[in-house]
């Protein structure tokens, strides 16, 4: 019997079968894992190239701003805008000879991919208002700028080579009105043996800070210095530890950037200085900085011209002059301009107003009740007798300015237009030993001119003879520290060489006598504007080298033993006074203090209270950043 064996044939063929179908899935299988494991190489590389591309972008974007902020702090804003126009910026890109590492890096402009080796820098626009917040309190002025930088960056020669980097920096060149700080001194800052003092505002000094007190030094916001916090001996007096009777609730940082403003920090007298249009223009950067060029009344008290005969009565200059397209008033392209001559107290009160419009200044005249030019003192301090004194009576003048009409017609209340800036320089004592000041009296109630506030300024040494800018109506009186919050004052600066309080009871005539000895008593004053002055700066650590520290910045001539003195203002030192030299004394020489009750006036942190004229400090801010999409440079605008 056969029996019919199976096939193992048939079933070898379905084992290759199915080995062959397992091998298949096996490869497929495979083949998927190595393409997803070269697919994610490839992202994983993309991505990685991508943050490089990325931060060598904000390298770029960094370094165009390094070298903006310098050239903007150094030289101010004309040195930045010309150098965008130049293309100075936009040729900035890290390098090989910055690191070797930059050299596998292709920076490109996003408005053109095609040339490598430039970023996009550009005018973004004008800003006006509250700074970011770590600069709490504090506020850009109209016209600061905002610049675009971008920087698109690509990895040549690589699987990624279509990868590209982004970054964009908008940078805002503010520029701070100088008043908004509590204390600012462009040199050593001193509070030295002061009496007891509360700073509620920032303070900064571009030199060191001294401090050391036998009363209270509080600082209440943010002290900053460009070198160090120390108390050394100061006055003949040593303080020890170095922070003797000081504290410090807001803070206190060393070794910072110092703060700058549109002028040479070495030069920066320069901005009261009468200026001549051959060495700068008033539509120059530095010329808009100059308390001369901004002023829409200027008046200039020479001595008799050449000719004037055997009288040695002075000459006056005043012209009248309006801002036109933005520009300062000394571009404009009529001013009114007057020349007195063989002047007499009779002569400025009953004089003519007589303006012909023509360019020869000698044709025109105009009254000027508010001036006297035959006052003279001593100074006992400057050890300085029979002076040269151009007198102001502010009250007066404000009348004049309000009612005059070759100042109406020039400056129309209609359109807007008032005096806030009044210019005034005494040039009498050349060739003479003689000091030449100006001194301010009559001065409670400042011009009205729509709040638009109101600032003397001068190369002289300033006096300010009773309270200043205390009342707005007449009736009502602004004090005490904090009253400029009530109203009755208007947004004030003084700026001068230096600057001397006298009370209201002063009297020339006893000037020449001992300060102690005088017949009159002083009277309780109060000082309601910013202060921007000079110094006398400090050669030693002894009583006769002394500047007198900040408390003395604002000079005295009387014994002030009982009275009263307030001050509402911001204190700015920015140079060494060049009319007023003679070092401070210790109290017995020429005077003998007040009760200091002095504040930092809040209402400067509102840019509707800007005094006109104050000079800006330099702030460059990062003020945004992000990753547009490549090629893109309007990211970000609303």
């Known amino acids: 019997m056969k ?11 379905y084992i290759l079968i199915l080995v062959m179908i397992l091998c298949a899935a096996s490869l497929l299988v495979l083949v998927g894992i ?38 903007f702090e150094e030289y101010g804003v004309g040195q930045v805008s010309n150098n965008v126009a130049g293309g100075i910026y936009q040729a900035l890109v890290p390098n090989s000879s910055d690191n070797s590492y930059f050299s596998q ?29 770590q600069y709490t309190n504090s506020f850009a002025s109209t016209n600061s700028m905002i610049y675009r930088i971008v920087s698109n960056v690509m990895m040549p020669g690589s699987l990624a080579s279509a990868v590209i980097g982004t970054a964009q920096e908008d940078v805002l060149l503010a520029l701070v009105p100088i008043n908004t700080y509590a204390i600012f001194y462009n040199g050593e800052l001193e509070f030295s043996d002061c009496a007891t003092m509360t700073i509620s505002g920032r303070t900064h000094s571009n030199a060191d ?40 609730t807001g803070g206190s940082a060393t070794d910072v950037v110092s703060v700058q403003i549109s002028i040479a920090m070495t030069n920066t007298h320069s901005i009261i200085q009468i200026q001549s249009p051959t060495v700068t223009t008033p539509t120059s950067v530095l010329g808009q900085q100059m308390e001369y060029y901004q002023a829409q009344v200027v008046l200039i008290v020479t001595n008799a011209p050449p000719g004037a005969g055997a ?5 006056v200059y005043l012209t009248l002059q309006n801002s036109y397209n933005g520009t300062v008033p000394a571009n404009d392209p009529a001013p009114q301009s007057f020349l007195l001559t063989n002047v007499t107290t009779a002569f400025l009160q009953t004089n003519a107003n007589v303006y012909v419009g023509t360019n020869n200044i000698t044709a025109n005249q105009i009254r000027l009740p508010f001036l006297n030019l035959t006052n003279t003192f001593t100074d006992q301090r ?104 009530n109203g009755y004052t208007v947004p004030a600066a003084l700026i001068s060489d230096a600057i001397t309080i006298l009370s209201a009871n002063w009297q020339d005539s006893q000037s020449t006598s001992s300060y102690n000895s ?45 009275y009263t003195l307030t001050y509402n203002t911001s204190i700015v030192c920015l140079f060494s006074s060049q009319m007023a030299t003679n070092q401070f004394q210790m109290p017995g020489a020429y005077y003998e203090p007040p009760t200091r009750n002095w504040g930092f006036d809040p209402t400067f942190y509102n840019p509707a209270r800007e005094p006109p004229g ?23 605008i609303d």
């Open 105 to 133: 890096f292709n920076f490109y402009n996003p408005t053109s991919l095609t040339n490598a080796g430039a970023t996009y820098v550009a005018f973004l626009t004008n800003y006006a208002g509250p700074l970011p917040t």
């Open 614 to 636: 104050i000079p800006t400090a330099l702030v460059p801010i990062r003020f945004n950043w992000l990753q547009p999409p490549p090629r893109s440079v309007t990211t970000g």
């Open 518 to 562: 005088r017949s009159y008593n002083v009277a309780n004053t109060t000082l309601n504007a910013a202060i921007v002055t000079g110094n006398v700066p400090s050669t030693g650590t002894s009583a006769t080298t002394f500047s007198g520290g900040v408390h003395n910045l604002t000079r005295l001539l009387e014994d002030w033993t009982g």
């Open 382 to 485: 400057e050890n300085k007798g029979n002076m040269y004194v151009t007198q102001i009576d502010v009250g007066a003048f404000a009348g004049w300015a309000a009612t005059n009409l070759c100042v109406t017609n020039k400056m129309s209340p209609r359109s807007g237009l008032y005096p806030t800036i009044f210019y005034v320089a005494d040039v009498r004592n050349i060739g003479t030993t003689k000091l030449s000041v100006v001194r301010l009296k009559n001065a409670q109630q400042l011009p009205y001119n729509n709040n638009l506030g109101f600032t003397v300024a001068t190369q002289n040494p300033l006096y300010v003879m009773g309270s200043y800018n205390t009342t707005t109506n007449g009736t009502t009186f602004a004090t005490a520290i904090g009253s400029t919050t």
């Open 311 to 315: 009288n040695n009565n002075p000459s």
């Open 209 to 248: 800070i001294c401090t050391g007190t036998p009363s209270s030094l509080l600082f209440n916001a943010a002290v900053t210095s460009c070198s160090v916090i120390q108390s050394p001996e100061r006055g003949g007096i040593s303080y020890s530890p170095f922070n003797e009777n000081t504290t410090y």
């Open 3 to 13: 029996i019919k064996p199976t096939s193992q044939r048939r079933t070898s063929g």
């Open 34 to 71: 190595m393409n997803y494991t070269t697919t994610t190489g490839n992202i994983n590389m993309r991505s990685n190239q991508l943050v490089l591309c990325r931060n060598a972008a904000e390298a770029a974007t960094e370094k165009v701003y390094a070298k903006m902020a310098y050239d």
